[in-house]
């Protein structure tokens, strides 16, 4: 599973367009990467400002 840092995140947006299970909401208070991911890293490689990660378990 993924994180978003929302310090960094620009809101560009990219992270919910390449996302194949569309697992990445955007609202208001916050960016979540919901369960419904399967942990391609497709975000984390193409998010322009590297504001998303792997998560530590």
């Not at 369960?35 to 378990?57: F, M, Q, T």
Request: charged letters at 25%; proline letters at 4%; a positive charge.
């Amino acid at each position: 599973m993924y994180k978003i840092d929302e310090t960094s995140c620009i809101d560009c947006g990219v992270c919910m367009k390449i996302c194949p299970k569309n697992a990445i909401e955007f609202t208001k208070f916050a960016h979540t990467i919901t369960d419904i991911c399967i942990s391609c890293g497709l975000c984390a490689k193409n998010c322009p400002v590297k504001a998303i990660s792997k998560k530590e378990d």
